[in-house]
């Protein structure tokens, strides 16, 4: 995106460093009132992104009853990741994090998770979803296990100062920003779709992957898409519209 067509406002000078410091680091400008195609508005309710007609901001309000124990046996993508018999919570990576739904099931699961996201502004606002469900008591533990690393996934793989351990499981899910990853609703998710595109390459992410996951590779897919990288996974848990194939390493 052209930094010409986004802009951060903020609402109350108590959020004016903060805005500051965001503008900055997204190489935008900072208004006082918005006067491009899109804006990160910063107030008392956290981050959020504005085309002047939609609206949003992360929360994971909406998830709690998918975080009981009973209902994330049911999650594929739990079912996915779960290591039998593992002696310490394993680390997970998320490769293409997103607004980070998809993490905090699995850290509601119990595991680390290291949440990779490329583009700037969408890390912005994951950030700031991430600071406020720290609040929520009901969040707080679980959104604990979660921390964002923002850059292109294989980058992040490969240095030592961003992660101290190859994580036991990646988990890739290439296909955003085509298609609704993190579960907002239509409308709101038009918004995500009016940034640049990350510069996804599956095929790259999966090669990177497998040199550096050491126990699984987890990839979610539509349920009719071929293999990514036309590798065949071991095996595959199945729904009606995607699938999470899975491939087992030995190191």
Known sequence: MNSSELCVVYEG???RERAVALAEHLGVALRSVADTRLRLILNSEGLSLSDGELFMRGDYSSMKKRLTLNNLRTEMLVRATTIRN???PPLIMD??????????LLAAAGYEVILCEYNPVIAAL???????????????KTVSRMHLAEGNCIDILNSQEIISRPPDIIY??????????????????????QLEA???DGGRMLEAAMERALKRIVIKR???APYLGDIKPDYSIKGSSVRYDCIN???
């Open 249 to 251: 390493l030995i190191r």
């Open 126 to 140: 994951l950030d700031d979803t991430l600071i406020r469900m720290r609040q929520d008591e009901d969040l707080r």
């Open 198 to 200: 990350p510069e996804e």
């Open 172 to 193: 890739l899910d290439p296909m955003f920003p085509k298609r609704q990853k993190s579960g907002l609703i239509k409308k709101k998710f038009q918004l995500l779709q």
């Open 95 to 104: 490769a293409t994090a997103g607004m980070g739904e998809d993490s905090l």
């Open 222 to 224: 539509p349920a009719k």
């Open 86 to 88: 593992a002696v310490t």
């Open 13 to 15: 000078d108590e959020y």
